[in-house]
């Protein structure tokens, strides 16, 4: 029985290399890990390509390495324009992206990962320095303040040396 | 990995150490030395020359089991953040095996990093998560480079045909 079993996981395991060799995978992965998200023992560096197809990192998730379908929705509301989204795929991410995108703490499985384990990708570091994590993004808010408020905060932020934005940020930090 | 790990480690060596001098000069208590131990995938990708024949891909989280002050895992969430990594807070949860072993990674005067053996790796990841790691452990056990693999899992409750 149990040498059985072992004989079809070497065969699955045989099947599972071939499926390693696909440059769907290798070219996924190579993305991934040029851009931060994955860490990797093998050479794939040689795949990258600067933009990748969604369906080919959909496929190479369901087929090779699960923790790529982990970090896709991140990696693609982070890297939006690095990724061809094909319309046939686009109702599979759209739940999930739409979720980190809202920003909240909850939202739908994708491919039966949770939430809470793919969106915490959005806070991861990236490669490239430059792409913020949502933690660090600015939002823009507006408001009606007095000429009396507006000449203080100018005043503040001449003696500081900071922006007017800065200044209040300091302010409402030092709040807490 | 390996490289990555063991200087983050260090910098965070330095910190405590760096710490420790301020305490000293304000007369408060001293961190003492702390212990980190390695887990998860993240062990896998550091200790190569054992792994070298598995097609391993991890997400930017540090599994490890932390004994330390709370000083110690702030510095070391911060000193991930800046590398690409996470420190996953759930790594307290992961099943570690009957017989596991313990390796030194690094000694250093205020941190000691050990890291579990490749084999009992593999045998919580295909206990705990067949799913997510069914072919990294039919790789592994097709490999035939961990001789008691197959029964490691069977005695901790895994089932092998969930990687058929």
């Known amino acids: ?176 | 990995m390996d490289k990555l790990l063991k200087t983050i480690f260090i910098q965070l060596n330095k910190l405590i150490l760096k710490e420790n001098k301020n305490r000293m000069d304000d007369g408060t208590l001293l961190v003492p030395k702390s212990q980190i131990i390695i887990l998860g995938q993240s062990s896998l990708l550091s200790q190569p020359a054992l792994t070298a024949f598995l097609s391993l891909a991890q997400t930017g989280d540090l599994d490890a089991l932390l004994r330390a002050d709370s000083f110690v895992k702030k510095q070391l969430e911060l000193l991930l953040s800046k590398h690409g990594l996470i420190y996953d807070e759930d790594s307290p949860l992961i099943f570690v095996p009957k017989n596991s072993r313990f390796t030194l990674f690094l000694d250093l005067p205020l941190l000691e990093v050990k890291i579990i053996d490749p084999e009992s790796a593999l045998v919580s990841k295909a206990v705990k998560a067949p799913e997510k790691n069914k072919q990294l452990i039919r790789q592994a056990i097709a490999s035939e480079e961990y001789s008691a693999l197959v029964d490691r899992i069977i005695e901790n409750g895994g089932k092998l045909k969930n990687f058929v």
């Open chain 1, 1 to 176: 029985m149990k040498k059985n079993i072992l004989k079809e996981i070497k065969k699955a395991a045989s099947v599972d290399a071939r499926k390693r060799k696909d440059l769907r995978y290798l070219a996924t992965l190579a993305f991934l890990v040029k851009n931060g998200f994955l860490k990797t023992n093998q050479d794939v560096l040689k795949f990258y390509r600067p933009r990748i197809s969604v369906s080919d990192a959909i496929w190479a998730g369901e087929n090779v390495e699960p923790r790529i379908l982990e970090v896709l929705p991140a990696a693609i509301l982070r890297l939006k324009r690095r990724f061809i989204i094909e319309t046939d795929v686009l109702e599979l991410i759209h739940g999930a992206v739409a979720a980190l995108q809202e920003a909240g703490t909850t939202g739908i499985d994708f491919f039966n990962i949770p939430f809470k384990k793919y969106s915490q990708w959005m806070n991861l570091p990236l490669t490239d320095r430059r792409t913020k994590t949502i933690s660090q993004k600015k939002v823009m808010k507006s408001f009606r303040l007095s000429p009396a408020a507006i000449k203080s905060l100018q005043k503040l932020s001449a003696q500081l040396d900071l922006s007017s934005t800065e200044t209040l940020e300091k302010i409402l930090m030092n709040k807490n």
